[in-house]
């Protein structure tokens, strides 16, 4: 059984730091791209950015281009998502997504999907 787990959200006033973890297991990912996707209340979710899970390159969303950083351990079959210099508009449920679709940023083409965590982002 695949589960994407995440965890590292929080409350963090603007211009501080989280860094989202997202816990892989129940398959082997080497085919797969792992992305993070965000959804904010009364809004559809978004994409934040992508890591091929064998070669390591990324792709990211304009928005959070310059302050978020994606990373992957394969060790530790752990996704992550280094976010710095936080403003309120990022606040949202953080959302860990695997897809075979290379670089895909849309989210009917994700397979498995986490539980989401909560980030907020006082002014």
């Known amino acids: 059984q695949v589960q994407l787990v995440e965890s590292g959200g929080g409350l963090v006033q603007a211009g501080g730091s989280l860094r989202l973890s997202c816990a892989a297991s129940g398959r082997t990912f080497n085919s797969y791209y792992m992305g993070w996707f965000r959804q904010a209340p009364g809004k559809e979710r978004e994409f934040v950015v992508a890591?091929?899970?064998?070669?390591?390159?990324?792709l990211y969303a304009d928005s959070v281009k310059g302050r978020f950083t994606i990373s992957r351990d394969k060790a530790e079959n752990t996704v992550y998502l280094q976010m710095n210099n936080l403003q309120p508009e990022d606040a949202a449920i953080y959302y860990c997504?695997?897809?075979?679709?290379?670089?895909?940023?849309?989210?009917?083409?994700?397979?498995?999907w986490g539980q989401g965590t909560q980030v907020t982002v006082s002014s």
């Open positions: 997504a695997a897809t075979t679709v290379t670089f895909s940023t849309s989210p009917p083409t994700y397979i498995y």
């Open positions: 890591i091929s899970w064998s070669g390591g390159s990324t």
